[in-house]
């Protein structure tokens, strides 16, 4: 069972002879915010992903290329994502995280409900940008607060949890969207007073971002635990301006440099390989969107989970055999091996033949995600926690996210100038970038050694 904190906030007063239950309870109610925070994260990444399965709908309806609708699940949703990302962390570190994760929950899903009511494309951009503006509000926040209930060699289970959530949304995104398109197409097509006919991909939105909305109420359950790993009393540390970060920031520089860019870019090949590997089956195979989404939805919701918690337990598993970098060293491994099968899905000769090495490929490449967290969280200061993690995310976004989608789909239209070609497109991405960030690992991984000396050191001061 994971230890937790002993300063967990209890779930009831405790008589004498009572410890054992009270651990208990604190322990289970742990696990309880772990699930409900979990629960926002798939959700988020339901309505971050649901547009890749909608990209074949939505440019016969604006008249897009493939660039251009790259942009909705890509720099649309980051634009604003990692700019009040930034504010964003700055609140985790000094305000209710609860309170700020479930205004954040209400505002994506009213901007998903917004997409399905667009009637261009500028209009279906702006609402892709809201949508990032309340999912900005979430990891920080959400990261700070599992690593107050947790303690630090425990912490990448919990995360491994939480972080696993986005393979499941991501998963069933595609299965909802699949579903809900099979659905209203089946049905008479509704009408809305003022806004008239809607498209199936609309009505896709709307029924998602509605079922966002209830995210937020086990986030009502959630109380707003004590702060823990940073010094108490007037130590100017307890609330660090943006001057004190910067300078915490430089003194590691080596550890976040290559934390942050190779993690970052590393996000591209995911995100690029998620947002069009439905429409490499869909151009290359024919295979009907409802059904790429049923089958490619639940491969990455249950192998991509799976390895999300595999990789965790591998990191605890060579911790616990003295390697105090397990949380660098098993992302550096684990994404060079899974570089190879994800080249190789759209070389294979078959759908089937494709579809099983993707699998691997799936279940490999989320083996880091757990420890890329949680290495963040063992090497810095409680209160400065929401910050540096909005930063990763600032990044991550930016070069993850934002730049996947696009990078993919401007290899296919500009070096290979055929939409046909978008599976060798994705197999470019991941042969360019994975070497580097192989690299920058490397060379990153004795100045994460030395972060975790001080951050030790840190700890036995306070």
Not at 78 to 100: H, T
Not at 110 to 117: H, R
Not at 157 to 169: I, K, M
Request: glycine share 10%; proline share 6%.
């Amino acid at each position: 069972m994971v230890e937790v904190m002993e300063t967990l906030p209890p779930t009831a007063p405790m008589c004498a002879g009572e410890a054992d239950g009270g651990r208990s309870a604190r322990r289970t109610y742990a696990w309880f915010v772990v699930g409900a925070l979990s629960l926002a994260n798939m959700m988020s990444y339901v309505e971050r992903q649901v547009p890749t399965l909608l990209f074949g709908p939505i440019k016969q309806s604006f008249g897009l290329n493939d660039t251009q609708v790259s942009l909705l699940a890509g720099f649309a949703f980051s634009i604003f994502y990692v700019c009040f990302g930034l504010f964003a962390g700055r609140l985790a570190d000094r305000s209710n995280r609860q309170r700020i994760i479930t205004v954040g929950i209400g505002l994506w899903g009213v901007a998903t409900m917004s997409c399905g009511l667009a009637a261009s494309f500028g209009q279906l951009f702006i609402s892709r940008v809201f949508v990032g503006v309340g999912e900005a509000t979430l990891g920080p926040s959400a990261i700070s607060m599992l690593a107050d209930y947790f303690a630090p060699d425990r912490l990448a289970r919990a995360l491994s949890v939480y972080t696993g959530a986005q393979y499941l949304g991501a998963g069933f995104a595609l299965v909802a969207g699949g579903f809900v398109l099979e659905l209203v197409s089946a049905i008479r097509v509704p009408h809305l007073p003022f806004i008239g006919a809607l498209a199936p991909w609309q009505s896709c939105f709307l029924i998602v971002g509605f079922l966002g909305l209830l995210v937020a109420v086990p986030m009502m359950f959630v109380r707003e635990p004590p702060r823990h790993g940073h010094r108490a009393g007037n130590s100017p540390m307890a609330e660090p301006s943006f001057a004190e970060t910067r300078r915490f920031l430089r003194k590691n520089w080596k550890t976040y440099t290559a934390h942050f860019t190779a993690f970052s870019i590393s996000g591209a090949v995911g995100f690029g390989t998620v947002a069009w590997m439905p429409t490499f089956f869909m151009r290359t195979y024919g295979v009907a969107p409802q059904n790429i989404g049923y089958v490619y939805g639940l491969m990455l919701a249950l192998l991509g989970g799976a390895g999300v918690l595999a990789g965790a337990r591998l990191a605890e598993w060579l911790g616990a055999r003295g390697y105090r970098d397990t949380y660098w060293r098993t992302p550096l491994i684990t994404l060079a091996l899974s570089a190879i099968p994800a080249s190789l899905v759209p070389l294979m000769p078959s759908e089937t033949s494709c579809f099983v090495v993707l699998g691997v490929a799936t279940f490999l490449s989320s083996f880091p995600v757990a420890p890329i967290i949680a290495a963040l969280q063992v090497i810095t200061p409680n209160a400065m926690r929401g910050q540096v993690v909005a930063l990763f995310f600032f990044l991550a976004s930016i070069l993850g996210n934002g730049l996947g989608p696009t990078l993919v789909a401007a290899v296919t239209d500009y070096l290979y100038g055929n939409e046909m070609m978008v599976g060798i497109a994705i197999s470019t991405v991941t042969l360019v970038i994975t070497p580097i960030v192989v690299l920058i690992l490397m060379w990153g991984l004795k100045p994460y050694r030395e972060s975790l000396a001080r951050a030790a050191q840190f700890a036995d001061a306070s």
